[in-house]
């Protein structure tokens, strides 16, 4: 209790901590890519959030459907609980992914037509991208109930969350604010550059973040997502034997080695979280701290003095680390969002409602 007390105030001392949930595990393929130089966009000044429930982000707000559509976000998370673990952990990247890209506007989630060919789906190879099915299906329940009203950009931020409730056993629970809009451009190109890559180090990753307001916390505190979902062994082989240049763990290599291994030549997957892969928990600190991590962003975090304290703290005060994660979702849930005088409400989440 007195350490646990301990670890709160040198927390709040380091101003929250909260995590990055999400980034990584898009498993690139071809084993050895050529990082594209980015190019940041001007950093938006999200709200700071304080108390258990924070504040509305950037105009959002906690129960915006409430008169609007009562019951949507009910409608959502019964959507989600019906998945299984491995969709849930594709509702909590798909979140992540649309709101790194372009903002939280739901253009992760847009086909390509013969009017956008190549949209942000199709932007990076082997990007495995899950969950489509269970916001179409939300969508599609919401339209009948309440038709264009809910937004698809709220559909991805509900079900990010509830995946989040449901996979941590219902230990992270918080509100997320909503009233976003559906954005109507959506490119391949655009995917890269803004997407934290598998082999960034700190400074990347924090330009990377810092390129969407957050902060080392907040991407601390995200990275925690990688307590669940799987990843392609071409995103981190070149951290296992023979080539052996990283730190990771070596009984730990030789047996990701082992799984890695396919007499097919296919890249196979393996669980981010080895010990607790289907629970979205502080596991991944120990795993960190312990150097049985896949990624040489996830091994990064003990290499940079201002991420070390943060990725003890939270391997030290599991509910501290659930309350960071809530906040850095809903300030992650704030970037650059559309309001009705640039997006729409889309009538399917695939398609813009007028593609000429
Ligand atoms: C989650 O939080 C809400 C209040 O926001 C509360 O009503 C509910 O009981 C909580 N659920 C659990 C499982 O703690
Ligand atoms: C991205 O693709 C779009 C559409 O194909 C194109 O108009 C734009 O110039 C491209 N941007 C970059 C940076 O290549
Ligand atoms: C890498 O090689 C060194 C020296 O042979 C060895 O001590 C270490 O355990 C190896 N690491 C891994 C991950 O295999
Ligand atoms: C390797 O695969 C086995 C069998 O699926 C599994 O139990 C083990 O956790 C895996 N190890 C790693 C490091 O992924
Ligand atoms: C990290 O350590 C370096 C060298 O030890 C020092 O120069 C730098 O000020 C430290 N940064 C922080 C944020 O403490
Ligand atoms: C697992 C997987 O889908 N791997 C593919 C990644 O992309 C490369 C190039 O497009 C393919 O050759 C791999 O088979």
């Not at 899950?130 to 698809?152: M, W, Y």
């Not at 598998?198 to 307590?227: C, E, Q, T, Y």
Request: charge should be neutral; include cysteine.
């Amino acid at each position: 209790m007195a350490a646990k007390l301990a670890v709160f105030t040198v927390l709040a001392l380091l101003g929250s901590v909260s995590c990055q949930a999400g980034y990584g595990g898009y498993g690139y393929g071809g084993g050895n890519p050529t990082p594209p130089t980015p190019t940041y966009p001007p950093a938006p000044s999200p709200p700071t959030p304080t108390g258990p429930s924070p504040p509305p982000t950037a105009g959002l707000r906690v129960g915006y459907y409430d008169d609007k559509c009562p019951g949507a976000e009910g409608i959502v998370r019964e959507a989600v609980r019906g998945a299984n673990d491995g969709i849930k952990a594709g509702l909590v990247r798909l979140f992540f992914h649309d709101c790194f890209v372009r903002g939280c506007d739901a253009s992760v989630l847009l086909q390509p037509t013969d009017a956008n060919p190549q949209p942000e789906m199709l932007g990076i190879p082997n990007l495995s991208l899950r969950g489509f099915g269970v916001i179409d299906a939300a969508k599609t329940t919401l339209e009948a109930t309440c038709p264009g009203v809910v937004s698809c950009a709220d559909i991805v931020a509900f079900a990010g969350r509830d995946a989040s409730y449901f996979l941590s056993g219902y230990a992270i629970n918080f509100t997320m604010p909503a009233g976003r809009y559906d954005g109507t451009v959506s490119l391949a190109n655009e995917t890269l550059p803004n997407l934290p890559p598998p082999f960034a180090d700190v400074p990347r990753l924090k330009a990377m973040f810092a390129a969407k307001g957050l902060d080392a916390v907040d991407m601390v505190a995200l990275s925690g997502a990688h307590s669940i979902g799987r990843s392609h062994c071409s995103s981190f082989s070149d951290r296992l034997p023979p080539s052996n240049t990283s730190d990771m763990d070596p009984a730990f290599a030789a047996e990701l080695q082992a799984n890695c291994t396919s007499p097919t030549g296919a890249d196979n997957t393996v669980a981010q979280d080895y010990k607790t892969p289907d629970q979205l928990d502080s596991q991944y600190y120990m795993n960190v701290i312990n150097h049985k991590v896949l990624f040489k962003s996830d091994a990064a975090l003990l290499k940079s003095n201002e991420t070390i304290p943060l990725v003890y703290a939270a391997a030290l005060s599991p509910k501290l680390w659930k309350y960071k994660f809530g906040q850095a979702m809903v300030k992650m849930g704030g970037v650059e969002v559309k309001t009705a005088a640039n997006g729409e409400i889309r009538k399917m989440c695939g398609f813009v409602n007028k593609p000429y």
